[in-house]
T-cell receptor, first 112, second 116 residues
């Protein structure tokens, strides 16, 4: 099955730095989502994007739905130790019960 | 709060055993999903169900089966566990989208299965 191309695979950053990660696809999605998974837990939704070009913020997080509907990025500003975890992008083609397609994840480590 | 619970956080089984992983959600969601998560491979969909007694194969159904006899419960079954099924298993649920916006998919905490 298809998976989204998510990069980078992992990042080591200093506390206070900004972080950027992105996701691309060869096909169009109608919804883009970003999830975070804390160690030992299931993923939790951070941001959902519904329209091409949409830019949405959630605290220090900002995500954009690409104009072509084939990509999305997530930025985290002024990182803190609790940002550590795995970040997943996900796309959904249609409404209803169509399963999400996930990226392979970006593992973020923050050095205090 | 939506809650998705999984029967075990950690499970150790032997090769050839039949293994049941249970998932229960308390928000009357129609759709339920089973994923496995492996390092570097992300989340891969095993099976999903959009209604009681309904099931659909995901991307990697081989070696697994599922059961959904009640709306709130979705079981993943490993008929004869093998070492390559050692993994983290995540259950998720969501309601069906009827209008604008997106209905969030909620995940359980995961079951880390080790097959020896």
């Amino acid at each position: 099955g298809q998976q989204l191309n998510q990069s980078p695979q992992s990042m080591f950053i200093q506390e206070g730095e900004d972080v950027s990660m992105n996701c691309t696809s060869s096909s169009i999605f109608n919804t883009w989502l970003w999830y975070k998974q804390d160690p030992g837990e299931g993923p939790v939704l951070l941001i959902a994007l519904y329209k091409a070009g949409e830019l949405t913020s959630n605290g220090r997080l900002t995500a954009q739905f690409g104009i072509t509907r084939k990509d999305s990025f997530l930025n985290i500003s002024a990182s803190i130790p609790s940002d550590v975890g795995i970040y997943f992008c996900a796309g959904q083609r249609n409404s209803g019960n169509t399963p999400l397609v996930f990226g392979k994840g970006t593992r973020l480590s923050v050095i205090a | 709060d939506v809650k998705v619970t999984q029967s075990s956080r950690y499970l150790v089984k032997r090769t050839g055993e039949k293994v049941f992983l249970e998932c229960v959600q308390d928000m009357d969601h129609e759709n339920m999903f089973w994923y496995r998560q492996d390092p570097g491979l992300g989340l891969r969909l095993i099976y999903f169900s959009y209604d009681v007694k309904m099931k659909e194969k995901g991307d990697i159904p081989e070696g697994y089966s599922v059961s959904r006899e009640k709306k709130e419960r979705f079981s993943l079954i490993l008929e004869s566990a093998s070492t390559n099924q050692t993994s983290m298993y995540l259950c998720a649920s969501k309601t069906t989208w009827w209008g604008g916006g997106y209905n969030e998919q909620f995940f359980g905490p995961g079951t880390r299965l080790t097959v020896l």
